[in-house]
């Protein structure tokens, strides 16, 4: 770190930085990727998707590939090291309920993270700096990169049926399927995104609606702990959620719970104007 603050403060004797050096649009969808990633990791998408697939292997050489394909297909969208950080504790939990040697496939994991990734604009940071800065289309990026793309797929299937195989029963305890509604909105967030990347959308309104989609899911989030981890009514949750989410009434939310009145502006379609007392004293309970 040293080293590159010493080595920036050199090169701004001969080169005075400028405000043009900033890519902003690679900026501003890098972080709204990484706003819709964080997402789906809250909600346990990635988690949940491989251990239903996992729970339907009845082989070593099965489970390996779908650990693999996994890692693979989804680093091509969430990035290597987010692909990385999710499926390698999930391989190492299931190498200890197996009494199973993980380290071959850890490794494969690794190389099929890597791997994909590369495949795609969103797949990396440096992805997605050089399809924006040499101003690629989709057709002229994949053309490149489909070379590579097959080699490495072959070199992942030839590691994967290299060696013996053999019959295994494995039952990962099933997670909760994420919330429908919240599910298809980042997953669509997603797809906005990349079609953002590759030109098909504008980057500040993707970034924008992205940005608005987490702070529902933020309101979703408080009314939850306010209404539903303490037992409240679900007709006045509607009512609170509608406060919230809304900006400008979002610190009506305080005073419903100091005993005043929600303004019938905040409440959206969901109610007549007031929060009635005991839906307010059942989510101040404890």
């Known amino acids: ?20 050096y900033i890519d902003f649009d690679v900026l501003a969808i890098l972080l709204s990727l990484m706003l819709v990633v964080a997402e789906l990791k809250e909600i346990r998408f990635l988690d949940w998707l491989a251990v239903e697939l996992l729970n339907k292997c009845r082989s070593k050489r099965q489970l390996e590939l779908v650990l693999l394909a996994v890692t693979y ?23 200890k309920t197996l009494k199973m040697d993980m380290e071959r496939i850890i490794i494969m994991q690794t190389l099929a993270a890597n791997l994909g990734s590369m495949l795609t604009p969103p797949g990396n940071p440096q992805n997605l700096f050089l399809y924006a800065h040499y101003a690629y289309t989709a057709g002229s990026f994949f053309a490149v990169m489909a070379v590579p793309g097959i080699i490495s797929l072959a070199y992942l299937l030839l590691l994967l049926f290299h060696g013996k195989d053999r019959v295994l029963k494995l039952e990962l305890p099933k997670l909760q399927q994420p919330p429908k509604g919240i599910l298809l909105l980042f997953l669509g967030l997603l797809l906005l995104n990349i079609g953002a990347v590759l030109h098909w959308f504008d980057k500040l309104w993707a970034l ?66 007031r929060l009635d007392q005991g839906s307010r004293r059942a989510a101040l309970r404890r």
């Open 208 to 273: 924008l609606l992205t940005a608005a989609g987490g702070r529902l899911q933020s309101a979703r989030d408080l009314c939850r702990f306010l209404c539903i981890h303490r037992q409240h009514q679900p007709q006045s949750c509607g009512k609170l959620f509608a406060a919230v989410a809304d900006g400008q009434c979002g610190r009506h939310l305080f005073n419903w719970t100091a005993g005043q009145p929600v303004p019938q502006q905040c409440a959206g379609g969901y109610a007549a104007g």
């Open 1 to 20: 770190m040293c080293i590159a603050v010493i080595l920036a403060a050199v090169s701004s004797l001969y080169s005075r930085p400028q405000l043009a």
């Open 73 to 95: 297909v989804s680093s091509m969208f969430v990035t290597n090291d987010v692909a990385l950080l999710t499926f390698v504790p999930l391989a190492l939990v299931i190498g």
